[in-house]
């Protein structure tokens, strides 16, 4: 199998010169950008156009991945690419896609808080909010006897889809550390849909799409 390397050119990363307040500005400024949930909010972010039309790509590969989005399996490698930039920013920071086709890479904030599971299988991996001390250990999906509590409650994710970041910011009035932390972060943002590219092209290299029939069993009355 061959190796991911990075593309040619960069689809959507710039270099900034980050001692240069000026550029920082200008950078942050002039970024694209799009809707956090729909038009009728007004609230956008920083984003990339994703649109395969916007890649400059050859006919060839265009086709390719025109057919790869199909694919559920696609949209799963690609997804952990997204996960890794959002776990680098203790999903303070968040990427997601948005618009009507999910053309649009759009950085979000969000966070993560202490969910309400109180206990879990250990078969079937179900979750549940009550502790087994006020409904037991059976499981009410497996029917096994395997339910534990956790000690310490997982996680929930969360984002705000509706807030827009910067919108009609004044970066004059930002502070040189300021302004490096955000083009710092919109960087970071851009190399993503970089490496999302990478990643789309890669798969686009090493697999084909192929049609199969799939037979699912399907239980049904009879006269016996």
Not at 138 to 145: A, F, I, Q
Not at 146 to 169: C, H, T, W
Not at 176 to 201: G, H, P, S
Request: net charge negative; charged share 25%.
């Amino acid at each position: 199998m061959a190796e991911k390397t990075s593309p040619d050119r960069c689809f959507f990363s710039k270099c900034v010169d980050k001692s240069s307040r000026t550029d920082m500005i200008a950078y942050l400024s002039s970024h694209f950008r799009y809707d956090t949930m729909s038009g009728w909010n007004r609230s956008t972010s920083y984003a990339c156009n994703m649109k395969l039309y916007n890649l400059g790509l050859n006919r060839e590969t265009e086709d390719k991945l025109w057919e790869l989005i199909q694919l559920p399996e696609f949209y799963d490698r690609l997804r952990g690419v997204i996960n890794t930039f959002n776990q680098q920013h203790d999903y303070l920071w968040q990427a997601g896609w948005n618009g009507r086709s999910g053309g649009y890479l759009v950085l979000y904030q969000g966070g993560t808080k202490p969910s309400k599971y109180r206990s879990y299988c250990t078969r079937c991996g179900q979750k549940n909010y009550t502790s087994i001390a006020e409904t037991g250990t059976r499981c009410g999906v497996c029917n096994k006897e395997a339910r534990v509590d956790y000690i310490k409650p997982p996680l929930q994710i969360f984002s705000y889809p509706g807030k827009g970041v910067d919108m009609d910011e004044d970066f004059g009035d930002w502070s040189m550390y300021e302004l490096k932390q955000r083009t710092e972060l919109v960087q970071e943002f851009d190399r993503l849909a970089d490496d999302i590219v990478t990643e789309a092209l890669h798969i686009a290299s090493e697999h084909s799409v192929e049609e199969r029939i799939v037979y699912i069993p399907a239980r049904e009355l009879v006269l016996a």
